[in-house]
């Protein structure tokens, strides 16, 4: 599945240093509709950098990005969110004293409108809104399987509950892009069979997944293509099988020199 | 509002409306303008709540929005400047007033966090007081640390409220009639506060204090959100102000220093952050124990001891702290904890977050 001439998030020659360090350097890459895209590589390669760069918390320092055809190299992190960029954290995130349901309610924020006068008068308009959000909501938690009164705080969940309302509440901002930052770490077989699942409805609802993962078998199961990065370059790029026996792939696994 | 607590509603209802003439029958003549204070300093608290309890914003500078009510009303409704502009003009300017200070204090503190925070807005509280402490020359504004006098009393048309009118057959002076305005006004600032509470931007000020980063993340335009805080908050700071300067007549630097600030921060923070009943318990609570220690202290001294040991005005300062740190060990989350900070705090916690703070995903 190529859609390279359409791609929905394309990097082109991304580079981020924090002092000394590159964490990523000339990364380019193109992620099309539709894909479920994997982007793995040993720890501090600098998978999470890319995200932060491209849901603007990180600045680049070189090369830029574009996101369904525009070009947002220099913006705020909300900027993204509204153009349909979510994410989740590898070190959960969650609004933790805050229910799951206002925890989604939250993501709802920047597809909706309704500000002081409206929270004040709760007029027509602001009361409708609020209940659709409502809605969405327990929708949303249904829809991750999240099965918990929705009063329960977000920090009182399990922690496969924690991963997956993080999930929920990305998808709350109505993305096109959900990217996920190691949503299966310190998940056991059974919860990271439930959220591969989960991940190929929402794949198939229309969104495209940018998927950081440490589980093999989960991203070869899933991804229609992966880049593999190492010291923030791009060592390989392709589908999951041919990747899996790439030289230069295995040598980074194993610390050694490439063959 | 549920159903079964319509009586009790009642109940209080009567109980603050008879209030001050309970007060002047049972304790003297003196409660009722305490109870006033009380209203001044519940309104001044619950906009702070704002500022710290909703959106986690540490202000310690939060008096100055008082100030700039106060002297707002001052300067154009005394003989400073020979200006008598009606009550109902000045108040609402001075809250919009305080609004704009509110931004424009707030603007350069957005990117700061936590202690960096709080000592910008202490240094901000500062230069607003020292302001109206030298404003006096080469012009004359705000007449120094002499402060302005003879402010006009709160007014609408030919009834004033500066002092005694018979109303229903009752005699109501002018600390009662006062309180009622105060009343009113609280009503309307815990009204305000309730629905934004419950509200998206309240969702929103809540998201923020939970955790900036996530909150940016999921499309949460954070300079604004923070400001309309500060903004809000400021806003119930100058209406406070505003009466107060009407209330009192006389305004004067002293009343704005950082131990005003801090006061206001107790109460919010003794009485329970984020929730509006215990920020108005706090607020209570440090205006009436001074005022109880103040006038029992010294009696009780004298019967015990058969001498004044401790100076009473010491003494307050002393089982102030002590109250204070009782509270801080004993309910951390305050006196009348929201629920959720409750919950927070309650020892079933099922998981941990010490490593969600960890590393970079923190740092920008
Ligand atoms: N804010 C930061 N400040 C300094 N160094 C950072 C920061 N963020 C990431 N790094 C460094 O960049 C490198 C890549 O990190 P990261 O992107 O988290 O790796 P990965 O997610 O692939 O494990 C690491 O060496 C990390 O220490
Ligand atoms: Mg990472």
Known sequence: ?259 | MNLKHKPLLAALAIALLLLPFATDAMLGRGWVRIADFALLYIMLALGLNIVVGYAGLLDLGYVAFFAVGAYNYALLSSPQFGLHWPFWVVLPLGALLACCFGVLLGAPTLKLRGDYLAIVTLGFGEIIRIFLNNLNAPVNITNGPQGISMIDPIRAGEFSMGGEHQLFGLAFPATHLHYYLFLLFTLLVIFVSRRLEGSRIGRAWMAIREDEVAAEAMGLNTRNIKLLAFAMGATFGGLSGGLFAGFQGFVSPESFSLMESIMILCMVVLGGMGNIGGVILGGVLLVLLPEALRNGAGPMQQALFGKTLVDPESLRMLMFGLALIAVMLLRPAGLWPSTQRRRELSPDEMISHQEQDTVYDNSK
Not at chain 1, 107 to 114: A, D, F, K, L, P
Not at chain 1, 126 to 133: G, V
């Open chain 1, 1 to 259: 599945m190529t859609t390279a001439n359409n791609p929905l998030l394309e990097l082109a020659g991304v580079g981020k240093r924090f002092g000394g360090l590159a964490a990523l350097s000339a990364v380019s890459l193109h992620i099309g509709r539709g894909e479920i895209y994997g982007l793995i590589g040993p720890n501090g390669a600098g998978k999470t950098t890319l995200f932060n760069v491209v849901t603007g918390l990180y600045q680049l320092d070189e090369g830029n990005f574009t996101f369904d055809g525009v070009a947002y190299s220099r913006c705020k992190p909300h900027v993204l969110a509204e153009a349909g960029i979510a994410r989740t954290f590898q070190n959960i995130r969650l609004f933790a004293n805050m229910t799951a349901l206002e925890n989604i309610m939250v993501g709802c924020h920047v597809r909706t409108r309704s500000g002081i006068w409206g929270a004040l008068t709760r007029n027509a308009a602001a009361r409708a809104e609020e209940r659709a959000i409502a809605q969405r909501a327990r929708e949303l938690l249904r829809y991750v399987g999240i099965d918990r009164p929705h009063e329960t705080l977000a920090k009182h969940l399990s922690y496969g509950e924690q991963r997956r309302l993080e999930i929920a509440r990305a998808l709350a901002t109505e993305p096109k892009l959900l990217a996920l930052d190691e949503p299966a770490a310190g998940m056991n077989a059974t919860e990271t069979g439930s959220l591969k699942t989960l991940l190929q409805t929402i794949r198939a609802s229309g969104i495209t997944v940018l998927l950081i993962e440490h589980d093999v078998k989960l991203i070869m199961g899933l991804c229609d293509r992966v880049t593999v990065l190492d010291y923030g370059r791009k060592i390989a790029e392709g589908v999951p099988e041919q990747v899996r026996r790439d030289p230069a792939v295995i040598a980074a696994y194993l610390g050694g020199e490439a063959a």
